[in-house]
């Protein structure tokens, strides 16, 4: 089967791993200095070097070009969460929560055999400790561990923890509305993470991610007023068709809507670049009459 990928002519590529690397630093950087003002300047530098990558470079490797796009995209809105929307003294920035490292204890129990079980050990900061204060390398680490948690596993602004009525996003007072805020913003910066990714390949806005990630919220909308629906019928199903129609109803969803996403970079080439899985390579290859359609 002929070849699908159009010749690609680097721009830039050789800036691509230093601009990468510049980000990673300066990533930590920010979160490490003390000062406000510089801390925003090398948010505002991040910002330039992320929007050049995307924008201004481009290799004749796709997958390179994809991976690395979607990494810096990512870090953009990870960093704009820990610097660009919080002063220097917020809920990131001012504290972290204790962190606990579990490990294992080996002891005798009453019966004078030996067992082992968890326990709590403290690690890293004091809950409430401001990281300000701290010396350089401290605050370096500190800084390290928070950029490295994307999801913030472990530290204060944990997603776990109870809502503030005063930070719920647009002040939603309604328990429904606020979900579905939350729902339609997670997949909408999620769509345009990939959204970004799809750019660093096509550099073009014809890419899926954008459709394809906020049908998906429109598909759980779907599925709690089906199921709400049902509840208030009173019609009692059984736990094992209820999970059977569950998995049909996601394996039509996604058959129907993942050639949405993957379908433009598929036509761009992207199975030819790198390494695939067997399965990877076999759905591509059932693409392919479609996308070649596109031609």
Known sequence: MPTMKNERIPTNDNLQIPIVVSILVLSILGLAVRPPLLRK?????????SYFWLWKTQSDNLV????????????????????????WDGDVQKAVARKRKSKKVTGRNGRGEHERKEEDGKEGL????????QPFASR?????????????????????????????????????????????????????????????????????????????????????????????????????????????????????????????????GFMEDGWHGPVVLWFAEKLRPAAAKWE
């Open 41 to 49: 300047v090398i948010f505002a530098t991040i910002l330039f070097l």
């Open 64 to 87: 390179k070009d994809y991976s690395l796009g979607l990494w810096v995209a990512t870090n953009v809105f990870c960093l704009n969460d820990f610097v660009g929307l919080c002063a």
């Open 126 to 133: 004091e809950e409430k400790e401001e990281i300000w204060i």
């Open 140 to 268: 370096l680490r500190w800084a390290f561990e928070l950029w490295n948690a994307k999801r913030g596993v472990g530290w204060e602004h944990e997603a776990f923890l109870a809502p503030n009525e005063e930070k719920d996003i647009l002040n939603a007072r309604h328990k429904a509305v606020r979900a579905f805020i939350n729902l339609y913003t997670a997949f909408f910066i999620s769509a345009t993470i990939h959204y970004l990714g799809d750019y660093a390949v096509l550099k073009d806005w014809t890419g899926g991610s954008m459709i394809f990630f906020m049908l998906q919220p429109v598909a759980i909308t779907f599925e709690i007023l089906v199921l709400r629906i049902v509840r208030a019928t009173g019609i009692r199903v059984p736990r094992w068709l209820a999970k059977a129609a569950g998995y049909t109803w996601v394996l039509v969803w996604f058959t129907a809507t993942l050639p949405t996403w993957v379908e433009p970079v598929v036509r761009a």
